[in-house]
């Protein structure tokens, strides 16, 4: 396997931070591959993009990118990494395709090359129509596959992608899923982070959970659903019949075979009464719990308008490991 990005026990305490943003995170990302790097807001995501892209400097370990030390040099590490920001960073006196022409020559493409590149993945980006539009002109969604496009011009090894689709809307967000695939055909090494659980389950060969700057877990998104505890489920939908959910959720955990119990929804039809949506985790076959769920609340005169078999999915990971308070 070529190594493409290698982390090695990062650190980075900003100035007058009491705590350190990145706390000793360590990964491989191999060539080819798509790598999500996944965790709630203030994790560190950003931060560790932006050491592996030499605009932030660490405090402490080391990062390779195609073999070089990002932190001892950066120019180097420059013309092998690309990046999505968060924000649109485009330059906004230029037109669409400007941006795209003056980011290559930066860059040191050929002038010839430069107006070929540009026209070609303005095309692949669906944005040949705003290749003279100015920038405060595009959607956000726009904005976004021009930035994506302005980092491929200089054929990078490793494009960063930080919450490539935050914000768009959903055509949009599909559209820059689909180049990122195309990316991974064409054997572009992509990190990407995100909150959003689909879209790393999606896109993902490897996804990593960072919290609190460290990292919790790394491996494929099944393997991480296959290794929670409980990773078939089972929703139960009910009326509580007068029961609070703190009395029914303890009482679904004792069955037999379940896990843990979750409560994921409430509804208050008009006129109706209330529905309660309550997820168990089972660490065997979901569907041999289906009689004896039943079974406890029908005792308990709880009345089940539903009962559906499923799988875990990374954001049952992803919430088992990092809690559900807000950050
Ligand atoms: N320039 C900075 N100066 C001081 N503290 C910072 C700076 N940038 C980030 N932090 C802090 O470092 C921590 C990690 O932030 P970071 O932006 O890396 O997280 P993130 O996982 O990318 O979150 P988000 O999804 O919200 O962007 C947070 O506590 C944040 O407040």
């Excluded at 350190?20 to 990302?29: E, P």
């Excluded at 289906?290 to 999915?313: D, I």
Aim: glycine share 10%; aromatic share 4%.
């Amino acid at each position: 396997m070529t190594v493409a990005v290698e982390v090695t026990d990062l650190v980075k305490r900003y100035p007058k931070s009491g705590s350190k943003a990145v706390d000793g995170i360590s990964f491989d990302v191999a060539a080819g591959e798509v790598f999500g790097l996944l965790g709630p807001n203030g994790a560190g995501k950003t931060t560790t993009v932006g050491i592996l892209t030499t605009r932030v400097l660490p405090t402490g370990g080391r990062a390779l990118v195609g073999g070089v030390d990002v932190a001892a040099d950066p120019v180097a590490t420059r013309r092998k990494v690309a990046v999505v920001p968060q924000r649109v960073n485009l330059d906004r006196s230029l037109n669409a395709r400007q941006n795209l022409l003056w980011h290559a020559a930066y860059h040191g493409v050929p002038r010839a090359e430069r107006n070929r590149l540009a026209d070609e993945l303005l095309d692949r980006m669906g944005l040949s129509d705003k290749r003279k539009a100015l920038v405060d002109d595009l959607s956000g969604g726009q904005a976004q596959r021009l930035m994506i496009a302005r980092a491929l011009i200089h054929r990078p090894e490793v494009l960063f992608l930080d919450e490539p689709s935050t914000g768009l809307d959903p055509q949009a967000r599909l559209f820059v899923h689909d180049r990122i695939d195309d990316l991974r055909a064409q054997g572009v090494t992509v990190v990407l982070t995100t909150h959003d659980m689909d879209e790393a389950e999606k896109l993902a060969d490897r996804v990593g959970v960072v919290d609190h700057g460290k990292l919790l877990t790394l491996d494929t998104p099944e393997a991480l659903i296959k290794a929670l505890p409980g990773s078939g489920t089972l929703d139960a939908t009910l009326r509580p019949n007068g029961f609070a959910p703190a009395d029914l959720v303890p009482l679904l955990a004792s069955v037999d075979g379940v896990e843990r119990v979750e409560q994921i929804g409430e509804r208050e039809p008009a006129g109706a009464e209330p529905e309660l949506r309550l997820r168990l985790y089972v660490g065997g076959e979901p569907a041999a719990l289906l009689g004896p769920v039943a079974q406890t609340l029908h005792e308990q005169r709880v009345p089940v308008s539903g009962l559906a078999l499923g799988q875990a999915t990374l954001e049952d990971v992803f919430i088992e490991l990092t809690g559900r308070e807000l950050r």
